[in-house]
């Protein structure tokens, strides 16, 4: 059992990471046993975010005077938060993939961008591209365009180069 200190210190971590972060997932882990949560938590540190379980008192605590206090009647029963500071299209996809092999998880909802999403938005949000595949995607839509600007300037080179051969070759008869 934790002292009112400790406690206390979960509290502020929990709060401040609140505040700072503009998504959070909350699911309930009631059924799963500990290597499948350790499995839940890698993919979750793989999206870059942190899986949190933290009994629903604190949360509750910890989620006055933020964005996060809107949802304080999802921390019911066992109940884990992923807390995400930048890729929840990421996040939201290693719950959705996980709900295959880890039946017995339970994806209740959470905040996304200020947000308040359920379950069918978090599918949604789940089949959205990644960061990196939409940066891949822009980089590629940018880089057509300067192809075919090069490929254009390469050929009036070479037209020009002609034109100025055949002129050579008119003045050398």
Known sequence: MLN???????????????????????????????KEIEKLRRGVKAANADLKV??????IKASEETDIERINDL???????????EDSPKVAKVFVDSLEDLPALKIKGG??????????????????????????????????PMSNVATTLKQMQTKVVYALSAVKDKKSE
């Open 4 to 34: 009112k200190a400790a406690k206390q210190e979960i509290i502020d971590n929990l709060s401040e990471a609140f505040k700072s972060s503009p998504s959070i997932f909350v699911v309930e882990y009631k059924g799963l046993n500990v």
């Open 54 to 59: 933290v009994k629903n008192s604190l949360l």
């Open 111 to 144: 905040i996304v961008e200020g947000k308040v999403v359920g379950f069918e938005e978090i599918m949604q949000i789940s089949r959205l591209p990644s960061r990196e595949e939409l940066i891949t995607k822009f980089i590629t839509l940018l880089s057509v």
């Open 75 to 85: 921390f019911q029963g066992p109940t884990a938060v992923a807390i995400c500071e």
